[in-house]
């Protein structure tokens, strides 16, 4: 069964770097982009970027580029997305997805998501 | 970006009783060279990450009860519930993937009357 998991829960204070990871299995990871959307608390969802983990060829949305980075380790299965600065305004629930079909945007699998909290 | 605006916001149904939540696309969503229509709808529960339920407009993903249908094209689209059980309490999202970045609608939530 095709799984995404996520890292755990992160609390952070304004200005500190932070990474969160997503780990594929029961796929071939490599030929199947991977996706990430903001879920602020109580609001909607926000498609941020995508990355192809076999060339790592990388698409934001131009309201998070320059905001975030998206990688790929595709030799353990595995997409981040990370902060060089946390921002109270990072508050929110991050999912990864798995991207269906190559050449289309909509996904068939997601992780369980990742609660990321910035407060001092 | 294409936006995508969902009505109603909101909506009350009684059990049994057929669903419909609409979504409109700023622009076409229809690509001639394939006439398929990209778009897709969600379902998300509390505490839970959002499932797939049709793709391609109309198109169910699999183990998704056929009460669930999608129609419409070029920018007007619809989500039928035709049944409502218990279990379909939930906030529905559309989503454009004709271009990115793959858009999403509002969200409109489905609650029991």
């Known amino acids: 069964e095709v799984q995404l998991v996520q890292s755990g829960a992160e609390v952070n204070e304004p200005g500190e770097s932070l990474k969160i990871s997503c780990k594929g299995s029961?796929?071939?990871?490599?030929?199947?982009?991977i996706g990430w959307v903001r879920q602020m608390p109580g609001k909607g969802l926000e498609w941020m970027g995508i990355?192809?983990?076999?060339?790592?060829?990388?698409r934001y949305s131009p309201s998070f580029r320059g905001q975030v980075t998206i990688s790929v380790d595709k030799s353990i299965s595995t997409a981040y997305l990370q902060w060089s600065s946390l921002k109270a305004s990072d508050t929110a629930m991050y999912y990864c997805?798995?991207?269906?079909?190559?050449?289309?945007?909509?996904?068939?699998?997601w992780g369980q998501g990742t609660l990321v909290t910035v407060s001092s | 970006d294409i936006v995508m605006t969902q009505s109603p916001d909101s909506l009350a149904v009684s059990l049994g009783e057929r669903a419909t939540i609409n979504c409109k696309s700023s622009?076409?969503?229809?690509?001639?060279?394939?006439?398929?229509?990209?778009l897709a709808w969600y379902q998300q529960k509390p505490g839970q990450p959002p499932k797939l339920l049709i793709y391609?407009?109309?198109i169910r993903e699999s183990g998704v009860p056929d009460r669930f249908s999608g129609s419409g094209s070029g920018t007007d689209f619809t989500l039928t519930i035709s049944s409502l059980q218990a279990e379909d309490v939930a906030i529905y999202y559309c989503?454009?993937?004709?271009?990115?970045?793959?858009?999403f609608g509002q969200g409109t939530k489905l609650e029991i009357k």
């Open positions: 997805a798995r991207v269906a079909v190559a050449g289309t945007w909509y996904f068939d699998f």
């Open positions: 029961a796929y071939n990871f490599t030929n199947y982009w």
């Open positions: 990355i192809y983990p076999g060339d790592s060829d990388t």
């Open positions: 622009q076409s969503v229809l690509y001639s060279f394939n006439n398929k229509n990209y």
């Open positions: 391609w407009a109309s």
């Open positions: 989503q454009q993937y004709y271009s990115t970045p793959g858009t």
